[in-house]
């Protein structure tokens, strides 16, 4: 009998490609986890994976069947809530990954007033600046900033992030405030990459309705948004960052805002989630809210959908 908890089980170990790491995240010892897995490969009366020494992955069959379970446990959550309060309770784990700036700033101080309506739901909240892998890694859905790669995911375009130009009340002390791009030859750029050994781009500014960049000395590199900030503030050098982030920061005179004329680009801000037949509703309910809550935030917000 194709059992959801066997499903869930088979859907995890698909997900991280390993019993081990399957097991780790479900709580069960691994022997449980491949013993489920046996047990749905000799109901099915097909091999669903590939065992090797290094990793574990799908046969075509188990690809198939993998979609499947995410449509079947879906179904299951629905009907689970279909009765409970009027169909209003949400209920289930639900595992999302957003810029640490975003979390601290937006999320984290409204998010009580989400869980209180919904107590019957468990959220993982992942912060960090890396690009998880949200089919591998069993998120439900990611808050991404930026251009978006082109993917399987389904992508729900929430509206632009204006860019805010910035240093600390000590750096403009010690070095004078920028008035033109020609005076940021005087200056210092704290400079952001994703990746560690990148090359930074410089100063991005917007002339003729064109990103353009202009190269900046800079005596720090950093790749995490927490860490640029603080840089900043600390006076190390200007930086170019969402106001998001930047407002809360001047509002307390931590920073000030420079040269707002030669603004970088605005900003993408998207929610992306993998592509269902039917998404489970409390990915769609927590996903509505987010959205609304960051409305105020964006320039050109886009309407619930």
């Known amino acids: 009998m194709l059992r959801p908890e066997l499903l869930q089980i088979y859907v995890r170990v698909a997900e991280l490609a390993s019993f081990t790491r399957a097991a780790d995240s479900l709580g069960l010892p691994k022997a449980s986890v491949s013993q489920a897995v046996q047990q749905l490969e000799s109901t099915l009366g ?6 090797t020494t290094r990793r574990v992955q799908t046969t075509p069959d188990g690809q198939q069947f993998y979609e499947r379970c995410k449509d079947v446990l ?6 689970q809530s279909m009765f409970q309060r009027g169909g209003q309770a949400l209920r289930g784990r639900l595992r999302v990954d957003m810029p640490s700036g975003v979390a601290r700033q937006q999320v984290l101080p409204r998010l009580g ?4 309506a919904h107590p019957l739901l468990d959220v993982e909240l992942s912060c960090t600046d890396r690009r998880v892998d949200l089919v591998r890694e069993g998120f439900d859905c990611v808050l991404r900033v930026g251009r978006l790669e082109d993917s399987a995911l389904v992508a729900r375009p929430l509206g632009q992030l204006v860019q805010l130009n910035c240093a600390s009340p000590a750096y403009l002390a010690t070095h004078g405030t920028p008035r033109t791009l020609a005076d940021l030859a005087q200056h210092r750029l704290v ?7 990148a090359k930074p781009m410089g100063w991005e500014y917007v002339q003729d309705g064109q990103a353009r960049y202009l190269p900046m000395a800079g005596a720090l590199t950093v790749n995490d948004t927490g860490a640029y900030a603080a840089a900043c503030v600390a006076g ?7 106001a998001i982030g930047m407002q809360p920061l001047i ?7 420079v040269l707002p004329e030669w603004r970088a680009p605005t900003m993408p801000i998207s929610l992306l989630y993998a592509h269902r037949r039917h998404l489970p509703r409390r990915v769609q309910v927590f ?17 619930n959908a």
């Not at 879906?74 to 009907?79: F, R, Y």
């Not at 509002?251 to 805002?257: D, I, R, S």
Request: glycine fraction near 8%; hydrophobic fraction near 55%.
């Open 287 to 303: 996903m509505d809210w987010l959205a609304e809550l960051l409305a105020p935030e964006l320039d050109g917000a886009v309407a």
């Open 191 to 197: 400079h952001y990459v994703p990746t560690l050994g």
């Open 74 to 79: 879906a179904d299951v959550d629905e009907l």
């Open 46 to 51: 097909t091999r669903l994976l590939l065992r």
């Open 113 to 116: 007033e989400f869980l209180a």
């Open 251 to 257: 509002a307390q005179g931590l920073l000030v805002e």
């Open 236 to 242: 190390i050098g200007l930086i170019q960052a969402p």
